[in-house]
């Protein structure tokens, strides 16, 4: 069945580093792609999104592209700041059906 | 309302009772989702209405499990004779439209505790 694999956290770093966190999925057909955050306290939150293949999605200075020949969904940002910390889900939609499938998360804490 | 608001927020229970956790989406949003989340993990979906039909159950986890939406707005999620293995938070989201490209917007969550 269609399923997302995330890298696992927690991940901490220093103010203005590069994140990435991986994400690669799983699908029979051919999904769209999610990045949701939940900051502390809140409800997950759409980040940004690709509907199909070499897409790229970007939000307040996160990205991410849609690669159907490594199947994954990768998301960067260039500077984190003290206020990108959360929990990051990659998630899929399956366009047959109406379910959306998510990792498990992955904890972002940046420091000052 | 201004976002989707999901009530109690917090919710203890002694094993065996019954609980319902009502969820309120936005005003005129067709799609509605229940999903749950343990601890340290992803939210595992649970069912889905489009207006008042519940076209997909699949992720009920048991027959203890009822969900309902009968004027296509607000909705509730019942649990009947509550396990330990049903402690989780759990998630309302809604969406304007009836496609999977739709955003999905979260609640807060419900937070159930079974002692």
């Known amino acids: 069945g269609d399923s997302v694999t995330q890298m696992e956290g927690p991940v901490t770093l220093s103010e203005e580093a590069f994140l990435t966190i991986n994400c690669t999925y799983t699908?029979?057909?051919?999904?769209?792609l999610f990045w949701y955050v939940q900051y502390p306290g809140e409800g997950l939150q759409l980040l940004l999104k690709?509907?199909?293949?070499?897409d790229k999605g970007s939000n307040k200075g996160f990205e991410a592209t849609y690669r159907k020949e490594t199947t994954s969904f990768h998301l960067e940002k260039g500077s984190v700041q003290v206020s990108d910390s959360a929990v990051y889900f990659c998630a899929l939609s399956d366009r047959g059906g109406n379910q959306f499938y998510f990792g498990t998360g992955t904890s972002l804490t940046v420091i000052p | 309302g201004a976002g989707v608001s999901q009530s109690p927020r917090y919710k203890v229970a002694k094993r065996g009772q019954d609980v319902a956790l009502r969820c309120d989406p936005i005003s005129g949003h067709v799609s509605l989702f229940w999903y749950q989340q343990a601890l340290g993990q992803g939210p595992e979906f649970l069912t889905y209405?489009?207006?008042?039909?519940?076209?997909?159950k699949s992720g009920l986890p048991s027959d203890r499990f009822f969900a309902e939406r009968p004027e296509g707005s607000v909705s509730t999620l019942k649990i009947q004779r509550t396990q330990q293995e049903d402690s989780a938070v759990y998630l309302c989201a809604s969406s304007s439209g009836t496609t999977t490209n739709e955003k999905l917007f979260f609640g807060s969550g419900t937070q159930l505790s079974v002692l």
């Open positions: 209405f489009q207006n008042e039909a519940q076209l997909d």
């Open positions: 699908a029979t057909g051919y999904p769209s």
């Open positions: 690709a509907t199909k293949a070499d």
